[in-house]
């Protein structure tokens, strides 16, 4: 299985991205597929994650009202569409994959599969 991640890049605060996962090699329609990040010197941290069974989708407090993800089954992709950035956003991103949902998805260490990461700035 392999993750794809895109998207990231610089942005001026207050500005928008839409990050992208693409999945290949099996889907996760009954699993997981999620958004960590990790800024420097801090540990990975949960943004978001959607269960592919029930299309419930679980935020990080801090993103609630700023993210959205979504996802195309027929492209086995998922969006992390990101409004408002703040430079505490400020992070690689990271998208994950679990073939079964599991209750600890804010977890990483739940998440057999992984995407490469992609840099997100803002600054101004």
């Known amino acids: 299985v392999q993750l794809q991640a895109s998207g990231g890049g610089l942005v001026q605060p207050g500005g928008s991205l839409r990050l992208s996962c693409t999945a290949s090699g099996r889907t996760f329609s009954r699993g997981a597929m999620a958004w960590f990040r990790q800024a420097p010197g801090k540990e990975r941290e949960f943004v978001a994650a959607i269960r592919g069974d029930a299309n419930t989708k679980y935020y990080e407090p801090s993103v609630k009202t700023r993210f959205t993800l979504s996802r195309d089954n027929a492209k086995n992709t998922v969006y992390l569409q990101m409004n408002n950035l703040e430079p505490e956003d400020t992070a690689v991103y990271y998208c994950?994959?679990?073939?079964?949902?599991?209750?600890?998805?804010?977890?990483?260490?739940?998440?057999?599969?992984w995407g490469q990461g992609t840099q997100v700035t803002v600054s101004s």
């Open positions: 994950a994959g679990r073939p079964i949902w599991h209750l600890y998805y804010y977890d990483p260490e739940q998440y057999s599969s």
